[in-house]
């Protein structure tokens, strides 16, 4: 007799919302704040290249070498700006600190049409809500402005974790605040390493969010993989008894 499900575990970013402007748009409303006037299109070439670099340098926000999710992301945009010619320490501090702090106001994000709705079908199912994000610790208040953080019983950050998808670790952690088996959970996401692949390698039912119809893996079920959060319900509720 399999487990019924319980819980539906879900990624945030680019699963139920997204950054509602280019980071280079971004960075370069910012600098003109201070009297720059940037290309959206450099800007964004060189975050790309610094995002790399400190990920690749100081994985998972560093946490592990002693930063956090803020030194990290200042030590970016420092960066970022760096590379466009920006040398002055004392503006592009200003610049990283108020950047930093921005992408917590709503009007940063978008939340994608059909995910409120889901997150309020699958509550009506009976089901718990939890989130497991490869994220930093403004996740929380992002959720919230947004309109969404009611819905979940749990947040897990990699950052607060201290560990990342797809390390089947943070999916323990989950597991363990949900107080089932593997088997009674599903999780959700748009990575198909991270969200996908990692939950079932821990016994999760794991369901792939493909918006854009990008995944073409030839081992994926079209049962898993789902072109918007409204087909989720009915997959779950197979589930459920």
Known sequence: MRAPLRWVLWDVKDTLLKVRASVGEQYCKEAKLVGLNLNPVEVEAAFLKAYRHHSSRSPNYGISQGLNGRSWWIRVVR????????????????????????????????????????????????????????????????????????????????????????????????????????????????????????????????FLLDRDNKHKHPDLPAEHRLSSLDELPPQLQQHMN
């Open 79 to 206: 960066d970022t700006f760096s590379q466009c010619r920006v040398q002055d320490p004392a503006l592009l501090n200003a610049m990283a600190h108020n950047l930093y702090y921005s992408f917590c106001d709503a009007e940063n994000w978008e939340v994608f049409p059909d995910s409120k709705k889901t997150l309020e079908s699958c509550s009506s199912l009976g089901l718990e809500l939890g989130v497991v994000s490869n994220f930093d610790n403004r996740l929380k208040e992002i959720l919230l402005v947004c309109g969404l953080l009611s819905h979940f019983s749990f947040l897990i950050t990699s950052e607060k974790a201290g560990i990342a998808k797809p390390s089947p670790a943070i999916f323990e952690q989950a597991l363990q605040k949900c107080g089932v088996p593997a088997a009674s959970v599903a999780h959700i996401g748009d990575h198909y390493l991270n969200d996908y692949l990692a939950s079932r390698s821990v016994g999760l039912h794991g």
